[in-house]
């Protein structure tokens, strides 16, 4: 059991669940991933709420333990009462060297057996750097992985497209990329990820999907220990309408055609594969839409915080060898493609040049390996961009951010508002509208079979007008169905 902090108000769509402060509700899953965890009100009703308006009440005490804010925060709880002598027996015999090799020997244990909550959290926000021998902070930021908002609803962890996560890519070294605030030794030594969590390790964990739950890391920004300034310079200057990115002199279009199916492991994998050519170059590339779907990551994870990454097209578990499907899909990815080619900054980014223009499968690997392995992501984007500097007045600055607040405070309530009409007309095109449809036209027919009984001959045209209309109603119900 759990106890809410924070009143939560669930949003349309995102099987979240509407909680209020004080209120008691069961864990049904700890490990959604992302900070969210699965739980179930009195009334008997599931979704998601996230783990930082929660706090989990223990058995003899009076006060509940904070879920923290990552998956290694609740594995490290549901372990507790099983590992409570040997935490114990560890911190008296301070013994420095295991203390080194284990991330969670920074939580101080009082001699009562109950744990220094103020102390954990100090613990928790200083551990990796100690730990990883004083490794660059902003890729041991904790919560890096909540910076980063994606525009998609959680799907649930079944929601997995066997096309697009059916084998490990290749590449066991990319498991654990640095923007998840560890690297791949850490994540090795961070036990809290690993034990009572197999399950959620074997699923696609990407960025925080919340949007209204990321924090854009000011803090992470300002504290972190700044990189050299690095080659790929991002220039703003002021147009007639404001600021604005600087275009390129050339551009380029990127043309996706030439749909095939591939397989691998002697045929027990499948898959589709495109054929992107540039209009600059006229090399031809091939990817797969698991492809596409690491690009998307990438970008997102580089330049999420600055610039709107449009999605992708859904993923479909089944029925994704059906021609329908297939040209359906390669014209999503084609406009996905052409938006990206026009815009200035990701069409000349190394990762989006690296993704076209790559010779063979060697030089493919070493430039996803790199790009996993990019520390100038999140807030550090903006350590290269270079705006023009004119001087800056106080008063007028002040002025813009209250704007900005305002209207940023407006386009929320605007857009949460347009959900949630937006999700009841989804409602009812899928649930009782089609079936109005249906009843209405089943209705139109027979009144044209009872008309046909009468034995009129003057009256075959009416019947005929009015069975055509039934079946038109029939149609517009698929059409609406379908849509």
């Given at each position: 059991?759990?106890?809410?902090?924070?009143?939560?108000?669930?949003?349309?769509?995102?099987?979240?669940?509407?909680?209020?402060?004080?209120?008691?509700?069961?864990?049904?899953?700890?490990?959604?991933?992302?900070?969210?965890?699965?739980?179930?009100?009195?009334?008997?009703?599931?979704?998601?709420?996230?783990?930082?308006?929660?706090?989990?009440?223990?058995?003899?005490?009076?006060?509940?333990?904070?879920?923290?804010?990552?998956?290694?925060?609740?594995?490290?709880?549901?372990?507790?009462?099983?590992?409570?002598?040997?935490?114990?027996?560890?911190?008296?015999?301070?013994?420095?060297?295991?203390?080194?090799?284990?991330?969670?020997?920074?939580?101080?244990?009082?001699?009562?057996?109950?744990?220094?909550?103020?102390?954990?959290?100090?613990?928790?926000?200083?551990?990796?750097?100690?730990?990883?021998?004083?490794?660059?902070?902003?890729?041991?930021?904790?919560?890096?992985?909540?910076?980063?908002?994606?525009?998609?609803?959680?799907?649930?962890?079944?929601?997995?497209?066997?096309?697009?996560?059916?084998?490990?890519?290749?590449?066991?070294?990319?498991?654990?990329?640095?923007?998840?605030?560890?690297?791949?030794?850490?994540?090795?030594?961070?036990?809290?990820?690993?034990?009572?969590?197999?399950?959620?390790?074997?699923?696609?964990?990407?960025?925080?999907?919340?949007?209204?739950?990321?924090?854009?890391?000011?803090?992470?920004?300002?504290?972190?220990?700044?990189?050299?300034?690095?080659?790929?310079?991002?220039?703003?200057?002021?147009?007639?309408?404001?600021?604005?990115?600087?275009?390129?002199?050339?551009?380029?279009?990127?043309?996706?055609?030439?749909?095939?199916?591939?397989?691998?492991?002697?045929?027990?994998?499948?898959?589709?594969?495109?054929?992107?050519t540039c209009t600059n170059t006229n090399r031809s590339v091939n990817h797969r839409y698991k492809h596409f779907d690491w690009?998307?990551?990438?970008?997102?994870?580089?330049?999420?915080?600055?610039?709107?990454?449009?999605?992708?097209?859904?993923?479909?578990?089944?029925?994704?060898?059906?021609?329908?499907?297939?040209?359906?899909?390669?014209?999503?990815?084609?406009?996905?493609?052409?938006?990206?080619?026009?815009?200035?900054?990701?069409?000349?980014?190394?990762?989006?040049?690296?993704?076209?223009?790559?010779?063979?499968?060697?030089?493919?690997?070493?430039?996803?390996?790199?790009?996993?392995?990019?520390?100038?992501?999140?807030?550090?984007?903006?350590?290269?961009?270079?705006?023009?500097?004119?001087?800056?007045?106080?008063?007028?600055?002040?002025?813009?951010?209250?704007?900005?607040?305002?209207?940023?405070?407006?386009?929320?309530?605007?857009?949460?508002?347009?959900?949630?009409?937006?999700?009841?007309?989804?409602?009812?095109?899928?649930?009782?509208?089609?079936?109005?449809?249906?009843?209405?036209?089943?209705?139109?027919?027979?009144?044209?079979?009872?008309?046909?009984?009468?034995?009129?001959?003057?009256?075959?045209?009416?019947?005929?007008?009015?069975?055509?209309?039934?079946?038109?109603?029939?149609?517009?119900?698929?059409?609406?169905?379908?849509?």
């Amino acid at each position: 059991q759990a106890r809410v902090m924070y009143d939560f108000a669930a949003e349309p769509g995102n099987n979240e669940l509407t909680v209020s402060e004080g209120e008691i509700i069961v864990i049904t899953n700890p490990d959604v991933g992302g900070g969210w965890l699965e739980g179930k009100n009195s009334q008997g009703e599931r979704g998601l709420v996230p783990t930082d308006y929660v706090e989990i009440i223990t058995e003899g005490a009076k006060d509940g333990i904070s879920c923290g804010n990552s998956l290694a925060d609740q594995a490290f709880f549901d372990s507790l009462s099983s590992n409570t002598a040997q935490t114990n027996s560890a911190a008296k015999s301070g013994n420095q060297a295991n203390n080194a090799s284990d991330p969670w020997s920074s939580w101080n244990v009082g001699k009562s057996g109950n744990w220094d909550n103020g102390n954990a959290a100090d613990s928790w926000a200083t551990k990796p750097e100690s730990a990883a021998g004083q490794r660059n902070s902003t890729s041991n930021n904790w919560e890096s992985a909540a910076a980063f908002g994606h525009p998609q609803a959680y799907q649930g962890p079944a929601a997995a497209d066997d096309d697009d996560w059916d084998d490990d890519w290749d590449d066991p070294k990319s498991s654990s990329p640095s923007y998840l605030g560890y690297k791949e030794t850490e994540a090795s030594e961070a036990g809290g990820v690993q034990r009572g969590n197999s399950r959620a390790a074997a699923m696609k964990l990407p960025l925080n999907k919340f949007p209204g739950f990321a924090k854009p890391g000011m803090e992470q920004y300002l504290l972190a220990k700044q990189l050299a300034k690095p080659k790929e310079k991002i220039s703003i200057i002021i147009g007639d309408y404001g600021p604005m990115w600087v275009y390129p002199t050339s551009t380029f279009d990127c043309v996706v055609a030439d749909p095939k199916k591939g397989s691998k492991m002697y045929g027990l994998k499948s898959y589709i594969e495109y054929q992107l050519t540039c209009t600059n170059t006229n090399r031809s590339v091939n990817h797969r839409y698991k492809h596409f779907d690491w690009l998307y990551e990438r970008l997102l994870v580089k330049f999420g915080l600055a610039i709107p990454i449009p999605s992708l097209p859904d993923k479909q578990v089944t029925g994704r060898f059906e021609e329908e499907f297939i040209k359906m899909r390669m014209e999503r990815l084609q406009a996905w493609m052409t938006r990206m080619c026009r815009h200035p900054v990701v069409s000349e980014s190394e990762v989006f040049q690296q993704f076209l223009n790559f010779r063979d499968e060697k030089e493919w690997k070493t430039g996803k390996r790199k790009a996993e392995k990019d520390e100038t992501v999140g807030v550090l984007i903006f350590s290269t961009m270079e705006p023009e500097a004119p001087d800056l007045d106080m008063v007028e600055i002040e002025q813009k951010c209250d704007a900005v607040g305002r209207f940023t405070k407006a386009m929320d309530d605007g857009v949460k508002e347009l959900l949630t009409v937006g999700q009841e007309h989804w409602k009812r095109c899928t649930g009782p509208l089609p079936k109005e449809y249906q009843k209405i036209g089943k209705a139109l027919q027979s009144l044209a079979l009872v008309f046909s009984t009468s034995g009129y001959q003057g009256e075959s045209d009416l019947n005929g007008a009015i069975t055509e209309a039934g079946k038109t109603y029939e149609e517009i119900a698929s059409l609406v169905a379908d849509q």
